[in-house]
């Protein structure tokens, strides 16, 4: 199957998969206990008042017109105007996802080439002091919640020793590389997360690839160990673990609510709560929209990753 087929199939699965989270979303959120209007006006809005916010919001519509137009107005480029802060939703969004996609970026740069090394390392003598040491701190750092870690480096960092910013407050406007300091915190605790669950893929795929014929041959024949790893073990396990990795961009991008939410980041996942808190469907609705357009995106991305290291997947 060539790559090209390939895309095609996979992104026609990620265009069902949109279609199928959009239904879904605006089921759930359209069926939620309260009424949106009251949210809004208040306890003492009269009924009156009420009526004419659900008639302005069409939410006197029935729910199947209300989601074809909500979808149409998303297939032109328009996600809605948002109730809690009055502006279209399309620009909030672009600059939300872009905070966040630098914050994931940032993260998985630092993780994945580490994870590999110390899955690497972990794995060359399996049961050693080594992979004893690596392993017990990926399980716990795996068994440890980001609000914990996170709260632990604030503690740390910015009130204990003062030398980094406790919180990320920056204008959703801003380029939060022009802030590096506060970065560094909500970068560290997201890395502190990845390296665990990655370098222990990494190291069990590591152990299966050295205990294959072909690497064994490779001893065999009188080559360097480290030739063995670098050149015949390593680019075996790359597509794997590239994949999770794939999986990682992601959660990155929509799923930092409690990183974003603990350090005041101004990312997507902090949007969505305050959306949440707020009743603001329109935002709720994109937003989600987008989380699973991103994993989407990013496992896509990832399997082409994989076939282009791996041509015997492409067989």
């Not at 440890?144 to 503690?155: K, N, R, S």
Request: proline share 6%; glycine share 10%.
């Amino acid at each position: 199957m060539t790559i090209a087929i390939f895309i095609v199939r996979r992104i026609g699965l990620l265009v069902l998969v949109l279609v199928a989270v959009s239904m879904l979303t605006f089921a759930i959120v359209n069926v939620l206990p309260g009424d949106v209007a009251n949210a809004i006006l208040g306890d003492l809005a009269t009924p009156a008042q009420v009526q004419a916010v659900r008639q302005r919001m069409g939410l006197d519509q029935p729910l199947v017109e209300r989601y074809v137009a909500w979808i149409g107005g998303i297939l032109h480029g328009n996600f809605g105007v948002s109730l809690q802060h009055g502006q279209p939703i399309g620009a909030m969004l672009l600059g939300r996802l872009g905070n966040s996609a630098i914050l994931g970026v940032l993260s998985l740069l630092i993780a994945a080439p580490l994870s590999i090394a110390l899955g690497t390392l972990a794995a060359l003598r399996p049961g050693g002091l080594l992979d004893r040491c690596i392993s017990g701190f990926a399980v716990g750092a795996y068994a440890l919640p980001e609000y914990v870690t996170g709260l632990v480096a604030i503690l740390a960092f910015s009130i204990w020793l003062a030398v980094l910013p406790g919180t990320s407050l920056i204008d959703p406007n801003d380029n939060p590389l022009s802030h590096p300091q506060a970065l560094i915190l909500p970068v560290g605790v997201l890395v502190f997360g990845m390296l665990a669950f990655i370098s222990q893929v990494t190291r069990a795929t590591m152990i299966q690839a050295l205990a294959s014929p072909y690497v064994r041959t490779a001893i065999l024949k009188g080559m360097p160990y480290r030739t063995v790893v670098l050149k015949h073990a390593l680019p075996n396990i790359l597509p794997p673990t590239v994949t999770e990795i794939g999986m990682y961009f992601g959660y990155v991008i929509g799923g930092l609510v409690v990183v974003e939410t603990l350090f005041s980041y101004a990312g997507l996942g902090q949007l969505i709560t305050s959306a949440v808190s707020f009743r603001d469907i329109p935002i709720i609705q994109a937003g989600v929209l987008v989380v699973a357009a991103a994993y989407g995106v990013g496992n896509l991305l990832a399997d082409i990753a994989a076939l282009l290291l791996n041509p015997r997947l492409r067989s």
